[in-house]
Nanobody, 121 residues
Framework: QVQLVESGGGLVQAGGSLRLSCAAS????????MGWYRQAPGKQRELVAT???????NYADSVKGRSTISRDNAKNTVYLQMNSLKPEDTAVYYC???????????????WGQGTLVTVSS
């Protein structure tokens, strides 16, 4: 099995910054993609940003230019640096990983438990 542990959420004023972290552990052969999704109250979960093992990134238009996703492959950890935060960024942020397990080489998609980001106006 693979587990994800997120950290870094909290309360911040509009215009402020936060850095989210997500560490993967368990029976991992490789993690070919990691990412962040968010779900605001009453809304569907949406993509925020993703990054491949090779470093290719993809961002939602709503966060492009304000957020940076990065990963440390040696630590199986992904980060999301969010700047110029807006009240509409308020949501529960979920880490996602698409992995191949060891030693069975099975595909597995895993979600973290979520971390709350609240941006006050």
């Amino acid at each position: 099995q693979v587990q994800l542990v997120e950290s870094g959420g909290g309360l911040v004023q509009a215009g402020g910054s936060l850095r989210l972290s997500c560490a993967a552990s368990g029976s991992i052969f490789s993690i070919f993609a990691m990412g962040w999704y968010r779900q605001a109250p009453g809304k569907q979960r949406e993509l925020v940003a993703t990054i491949t093992e090779g470093g290719s990134t993809n961002y939602a238009d709503s966060v492009k230019g304000r957020s940076t996703i990065s990963r440390d492959n040696a630590k199986n950890t992904v980060y999301l640096q969010m700047n110029s935060l807006k009240p509409e960024d308020t949501a529960v942020y979920y880490c996602n990983a698409k992995a191949i397990t060891s030693p069975t080489y099975r595909y597995l998609e895993v979600w973290g438990q979520g971390t709350l980001v609240t941006v006050s106006s």
